[in-house]
């Protein structure tokens, strides 16, 4: 069997030394972005990506498709 496709791209991140991280991840089926973040490695948190409106942030999923 072929390498199974990932399902989340990683499209921005920025962090620093101590382990404080801040990633926006696109599901590439649904197109939904997400932001996770870390701090110091031992916490962490994962929420959609909203608009001012309220709607999640949605990036066209044809843009991923190979």
Not at 28 to 36: D, H
Not at 45 to 55: N, S
Request: hydrophobic share 30%; glycine share 14%; proline share 5%.
């Amino acid at each position: 069997m072929g390498k199974k496709a990932d399902r989340f791209l990683i499209t921005y991140s920025q962090g620093n030394a101590f382990g404080n991280h801040q990633q926006v991840w696109v599901d590439k089926q649904t197109g939904v972005n997400y932001l996770y973040i870390t701090r110091g490695g031992y916490a962490g948190g994962l929420t959609p990506l909203l608009k001012a409106d309220g709607t999640p942030v949605v990036t066209p999923v044809s843009r991923y498709e190979e």
